[in-house]
C-alpha cells in the first residue's frame, strides 16, 4: 500500500520567516495531495491541495509543489504568523480508483515565535 | 452551514466494555470515512461508505471494529470489547465524490480512552 513520509517532524521559525515542509510517496498511482492543519482539540482542516495534472499551487501565503518524478511535495508557507503555529499532515490517496481514503505522514509540529 | 460533527467529545470506557461513537456529516455529503488517531500521530485509515454502503473496511484493525450507516446519512463507529490500545482519537470525514480528489472535511474527533 501507500506509504508517506514527512520531514521535519518539528520545526521552529521566527514570526516573518518562511517554512518549508517535505513529504515522499511510494504509489505512483497516488494523484491527490492534500495538506491539513490541525489546531490542539480540532480534527484537520484542510489548508490547500493539489492534484497530479499540476506542477504548483499557490494561496496568498501558502505554496504547494509536487514533483511527480521524484514522488515528492512540499508545503510553504512565508511570512510566518504565530497563528500559523499547529501540526501539519501531508497526505496521498489515489481519488476515486481507491475510493479516496487518504495515506498520512506522521506530521510536523510547527511554532512560530513571535 | 454546519461542518462534520461527532459525539461524544470524549469517552472513558475500562477495559472489556463496548463504546458508540457517532458521526454527523455534512448535509448532502455522500462520502464518510472513519479514521484513527493515535497521539503524535497522523490519521490512519479505518472504513469508507458511499451513501449507506460500507465499501472498504480494509483499515479496521480487528472484528471487534464494527461501523454503520444505515440511512446513508449518520454513522456510528462501534468497538466491543474494549482493549487498552484501542484508545485515539476517532476521526470521521465526509465529502462529494470528485473524479479525482475527494475533498475531505473532518469532524472535531472523539478521544477515547480505555483504562
Known amino acids: 500500500g501507500e506509504n508517506v513520509e514527512q520531514h521535519p517532524s518539528t520545526l521552529s521559525v521566527q514570526e516573518g520567516d518562511s517554512a518549508v515542509i517535505k513529504c515522499t510517496y511510494s504509489d505512483s498511482a497516488s494523484n491527490y495531495f492534500p495538506w491539513y492543519k490541525q489546531e490542539l482539540g480540532k480534527g484537520p482542516q484542510l489548508i490547500i491541495d493539489i492534484r497530479s495534472n499540476v506542477g504548483e499551487k499557490k494561496d496568498q501565503r501558502i505554496a504547494v509543489t509536487l514533483n511527480k518524478t521524484a514522488k515528492h511535495f512540499s508545503l510553504h508557507i512565508t511570512e510566518t504568523q504565530p497563528e500559523d503555529s499547529a501540526v501539519y499532515f501531508c497526505a496521498a490517496s489515489k481519488g476515486r480508483a481507491n475510493a479516496g481514503k487518504s495515506t498520512f505522514g506522521d506530521g510536523t509540529t510547527l511554532t512560530v515565535k513571535p | ?115
Open chain 2, 1 to 115: 452551514g454546519a461542518g462534520v460533527s461527532q459525539s461524544p467529545r470524549y469517552k472513558v470506557a475500562k477495559r472489556g466494555q463496548d463504546v458508540a461513537l457517532r458521526c454527523d456529516p455534512i448535509s448532502g455529503h455522500v462520502s464518510l470515512f472513519w479514521y484513527q488517531q493515535a497521539l503524535g500521530q497522523g490519521p490512519e485509515f479505518l472504513t469508507y461508505f458511499q451513501n449507506e454502503a460500507q465499501l472498504d473496511k480494509s483499515g479496521l484493525p480487528s472484528d471487534r471494529f464494527f461501523a454503520e450507516r444505515p440511512e446513508g446519512s449518520v454513522s456510528t463507529l462501534k468497538i466491543q470489547r474494549t482493549q487498552q490500545e484501542d484508545s485515539a482519537v476517532y476521526l470521521c470525514a465526509s465529502s462529494l465524490p470528485r473524479l479525482v480528489g475527494e475533498t475531505q472535511y473532518f469532524g472535531p474527533g472523539t478521544r477515547l480512552l480505555v483504562l
